[in-house]
C-alpha cells in the first residue's frame, strides 16, 4: 500500500508538470486537459503528503536526494537556456535552407528585386479570418530579406471597407502597393509576387517585335507545343510588352524596338528585311536569333558577317541513360556555361536544346567584335552532319566529318560601332541560338530554359541587373491543418506521448528501487 501511495505522488508532481505545461503554451485554464491534470495532480500530491510526509521530509536529508536535486537544478537550467534561445530567435531572426534545392530560400531573382526597392513595399493579404499559413510564411520571407517589406494581414469580413478600397473580390488575394501604383495578385507564390513587385518598380516598359511572316511560332498561341505564348507571359512578368513584326510591309524596324527576335523563320527572309535588320544592328540595335534547323543559308550568312559560324548539324548526345539504354538524343541537355558572360556568369543549372545545331564564334573576326560562346553541351555529344539519316532514318553515329562534343550551340556577340568603321556611339548587340524550340510553350518551363531566355533578353535589352535566376512556380509541399487538428497534435506529440513515457518509466524505476 505503501508503494502505491509513492507512486501516486509521483504521478501527482508529473500530472500538474504537464497541466502547467500546457497552461503555459495554450493560456486557457478552462481547458479539459489543463483542468484535468490540475486537479488530479494535486489530488496524487496531497494523498501522498498526507500518508508519507514524514516519510518524504528523511528522504530529503538523504545524500542521495540532495544530488537529485541538484541534477534536477541542472536540467532546469539547460531548460532555461533553451527556451532563452527561443526567445532571442523570435526577437532576432536568422534561419538556415539545409534542403538541397534550397525550396525555403528566396530566388535570386526575389533578393536582387527587394535589393532595388527605393521606398516601402506594403503587401495586404485577404485572407479569411485573416489567416493563410502559406501565404504568411512566403510574405514574412521577404519581410525577413528586406526591411521595406511591409506585411499586413486582413479578414474582409471584418474590414470590408478595405476590401472595397483594393477591389478585392475573392479570399487568398494580395494587394501589393509600391508608393501610387499597386496591383491585386489571387497567385500566392513566390513568382507571382515577385514578378508583381518586380513591374511595380519599373517604371518603363519596354518593347520586344517578334518578327513574323516566314513561319515563326505566334506569341499569341498558347493551345500549342510549338506556339511562343508562354514566352510572351515569361516577357510580360520582367515588364516588356511583346509585339509581332511584319518587317516585309515596312521600311525599318521601329524605333522604339529595345529588342528584335527572329525565332524559327521557316523561310528565307526577303533581302529589304535582311537590310532593315542589318541597318538596325549597324544603330546600336539588339538582336536575338533563334534557328531552326536545316536550311536558314540568309541568317547564316548575316550571321558569319558579325562573327559567327552555324554549322549544318544537328547535335546529338547519344549517351547511356539509365533503364532506357543509348538512345538517339536529339533533345541534348546541357550545363556547360561560360562564365566570362553576364548572361551565364552565375548560371550553373540545366538546359535542354531540342533539335539545336552547332553555333560557336569565327575562327576570326573583325576588330571591335567579340564574340563568347555561351552553352555547350555534354563531351558525349556531337554535331551529327548525316542529317538525311537523323530524319528519314532515325539514326545517327558519330563519323570522321563529325564535329566531337562539348559543341557550342549558343553565343553572345557585343560590337563597338566606332571599331568596326561606322561613325556611331554604341554598341549593337547580337545573340544566336542554334533551335527555337527551347524556348515554345513546350520546352520553355522545362529545366531552367525560361531563365536563360530570359537572361538572354534582359542582356540584350539593357537590363543587365534583372539577370538571375528565378522563383520556380513548383513550390515544396506541405500540409495545411486546421486549428483543431493542430491543437490534437500538439497534445499528442507534445504532452501526451512525452507524459504516458515518462509516468511508466518513473513507474519502472521506482518498482526496481
Do not use: C
Request: hydrophobic content about 40%; aromatic content about 10%; glycine content about 8%.
Amino acid at each position: 500500500m505503501s508503494g502505491i501511495l509513492q507512486v501516486a505522488g509521483v504521478i501527482g508532481f508529473v500530472l500538474i508538470f504537464f497541466g502547467l505545461v500546457a497552461y503555459l503554451f495554450g493560456g486557457r485554464l478552462q481547458d479539459p486537459y489543463v483542468l484535468a491534470h490540475l486537479g488530479l495532480g494535486l489530488f496524487g500530491l496531497l494523498i501522498y503528503l498526507a500518508t508519507q510526509g514524514r516519510s518524504f521530509l528523511r528522504t530529503l536529508s538523504r545524500r542521495s536526494t540532495r544530488y537529485g536535486l541538484h541534477a534536477a537544478l541542472y536540467s532546469l537550467l539547460f531548460l532555461a537556456s533553451l527556451i532563452m534561445v527561443n526567445f532571442l530567435n523570435l526577437r532576432h531572426h536568422a534561419r538556415w535552407d539545409l534542403t538541397a534545392a534550397k525550396v525555403f530560400t528566396l530566388s535570386p531573382q526575389s533578393a536582387k528585386v527587394l535589393e532595388r526597392l527605393q521606398r516601402d513595399v506594403e503587401i495586404y493579404g485577404f485572407f479569411e479570418r485573416g489567416e493563410n499559413p502559406a501565404a504568411s510564411r512566403l510574405i514574412k520571407s521577404y519581410t525577413h530579406r528586406s526591411p521595406r517589406i511591409k506585411f499586413y494581414p486582413i479578414d474582409p469580413d471584418r474590414h470590408p471597407e478595405l476590401a472595397r478600397q483594393f477591389q478585392v473580390r475573392q479570399f487568398n488575394t494580395l494587394h501589393i502597393r509600391y508608393g501610387q501604383e499597386a496591383t491585386n495578385i489571387t497567385e500566392t507564390t513566390e513568382e507571382a509576387v515577385t514578378n508583381a513587385i518586380a513591374k511595380l518598380t519599373k517604371t518603363t516598359k519596354k518593347t520586344i517585335y517578334f518578327l513574323i511572316g516566314h513561319g515563326e511560332p505566334r506569341i499569341d498561341d498558347r493551345g500549342t507545343s510549338e506556339g511562343y505564348g508562354a514566352a510572351k507571359e515569361a516577357l510580360a512578368n520582367e515588364n516588356y510588352q511583346a509585339q509581332e513584326l511584319l518587317l516585309s510591309t515596312q521600311a525599318k524596324v521601329p524605333e522604339q524596338a529595345s529588342l528584335l527576335i527572329v525565332a524559327g523563320p521557316q523561310k528565307p527572309l526577303l533581302d529589304q528585311e535582311l537590310k532593315a535588320v542589318d541597318d538596325y544592328i549597324k544603330n546600336a540595335g539588339r538582336l536575338l536569333i533563334l534557328l531552326a534547323p536545316p536550311g536558314g543559308d540568309d541568317l547564316k550568312a548575316f550571321l558569319r558577317d558579325w562573327g559567327v559560324e552555324v554549322g549544318d548539324d544537328i547535335v546529338v548526345d547519344q549517351e547511356v541513360r539509365l533503364f532506357a539504354g543509348p538512345s538517339l538524343g536529339v533533345q541534348p541537355i546541357a550545363e556547360a556555361y561560360s562564365s566570362l558572360h553576364p548572361i551565364t556568369r552565375e548560371f550553373k543549372e540545366r538546359t535542354i536544346f531540342p533539335m539545336v545545331r552547332s553555333v560557336e564564334p569565327a575562327a576570326s573576326t573583325r576588330e571591335g567584335v567579340q564574340v563568347t560562346s555561351l552553352v555547350k553541351t555534354s563531351p558525349s555529344s556531337w554535331a551529327e552532319k548525316d542529317l538525311a539519316g537523323i530524319f528519314r532514318q532515325g539514326k545517327a553515329s558519330l563519323g570522321p566529318e563529325d564535329k566531337k562534343g562539348p559543341v557550342s550551340v549558343g553565343v553572345a556577340v557585343a560590337a563597338e560601332l566606332k571599331k568596326i568603321g561606322i561613325e556611331k556611339d554604341g554598341q549593337a548587340k547580337i545573340v544566336a541560338l542554334g533551335t527555337a524550340e527551347f524556348a515554345n510553350n513546350r520546352f520553355i518551363d522545362l529545366f531552367f530554359n525560361r531563365d536563360f531566355f530570359l537572361n538572354a533578353v534582359n542582356w540584350l535589352a539593357e537590363e543587365e541587373s534583372s539577370i538571375s535566376i528565378r522563383p520556380r512556380s513548383l513550390r515544396p509541399s506541405r500540409v495545411q491543418l486546421s486549428r483543431a487538428q493542430g491543437t490534437l497534435a500538439f497534445y499528442l506529440s507534445f504532452l501526451i506521448l512525452p507524459e504516458v513515457l515518462l509516468i511508466i518509466g518513473l513507474g519502472v524505476w521506482w518498482k526496481r528501487r
